[in-house]
């Protein structure tokens, strides 16, 4: 991502975070860190444009927040769901475990998500 894209993207994230009342000031970098479950160098490179969060963090993030993961990621459409229209549609996630959960499962090979779905049809 360029360094002109990651600042806007960090400029996006202080506006969520200012929106779900994540703390200003020198305390923001530690409740972005607990909240994320990151360290407080990641939370401090992402606060300023330094670095960018992983894909699937930042899908987690933005259900988190209530936040469009389009507008997060680009500035594109609603902030938030509460300014989409009615052509639009909702986010299909509806919580942050199952956007992680999302992404691991994709990381996975063919054979090792096929073995993970046996095991959850299995425990049924």
């Known amino acids: 991502m360029p360094k002109a894209s990651q600042k806007s993207l960090a400029d996006r994230l ?3 975070w200012d929106y779900t009342n994540v703390p200003r000031g020198d305390r923001r970098t530690t409740a972005v860190a607990e909240r ?5 160098e990641s939370a401090r490179k992402w606060s300023l444009g330094l670095s960018v969060p992983r894909d699937e963090r930042l899908r987690a993030m933005a259900v988190q927040m209530g936040v469009g993961y389009e507008w997060l ?3 594109r459409g609603p902030m938030t769901s509460a300014d989409l229209e009615v052509r639009d549609q909702p986010n299909s996630y509806d919580s942050a475990e199952l956007v992680r959960l999302n ?8 054979k090792k998500r096929l073995a993970l779905i046996q ?3 299995d425990e049924r």
């Open 73 to 75: 990621c680009t500035g």
């Open 14 to 16: 202080h506006e969520a």
């Open 103 to 110: 992404g691991l499962v994709r990381s996975l090979s063919r």
């Open 119 to 121: 095991l959850l049809e």
């Open 36 to 40: 994320y479950n990151v360290s407080r």
